[in-house]
């Protein structure tokens, strides 16, 4: 039998391959708790719309869990996202440039479901390499 942990340690992963890999922005319903907490994007849409953006602009971008930990409700992260800038990024136009970025995510799962999420990337990285720093 799967502890607490591992359960909401496959949460996690099911939820970054769905939503941030296969770009499945509905299932947020299917993830996300009723009273979802976004520390990060302010909301389950603000959530979605960032993702669009990121979609938008690194239509090849894949998300690499590196390190995942569960401990009781928590699940902490730590992530690599890759891809090439082939869209506009907050005005930035294409340049073509490829990013690899760490970022770190804190969510909490109440029965199977993710009910908070923070989330940390490295920016400073990240328009370095957008501008070929």
Do not use: C
């Not at 708790?33 to 603000?46: H, I, M, P, T, V």
């Not at 960032?50 to 995942?68: C, G, M, Q, S």
């Amino acid at each position: 039998m799967k502890t607490l942990e591992q359960n909401n340690v496959e949460t996690v992963n099911q939820f970054i391959e769905s939503f941030w890999n296969q770009s499945e922005f509905d299932s947020v319903d299917r993830f996300l708790s009723d009273d979802y907490r976004e520390l990060s994007y302010q909301s389950k849409e603000g959530l979605k719309r960032f993702a669009a953006t990121i979609l938008e602009a690194f239509p090849d971008k894949r998300y690499t869990v590196e390190e995942i930990i569960g401990q009781g409700e928590k699940v902490l992260v730590r992530m690599t996202v890759r891809g090439t800038h082939q869209g506009v990024f907050f005005g930035t136009a294409p340049t073509g440039n490829t990013i690899d970025v760490t970022l770190y995510r804190q969510y909490r799962v109440v029965d199977g479901r993710i009910a908070e999420h923070r989330g940390w990337i490295d920016m400073v990285t990240m328009w370095s390499q957008i501008r070929g720093n």
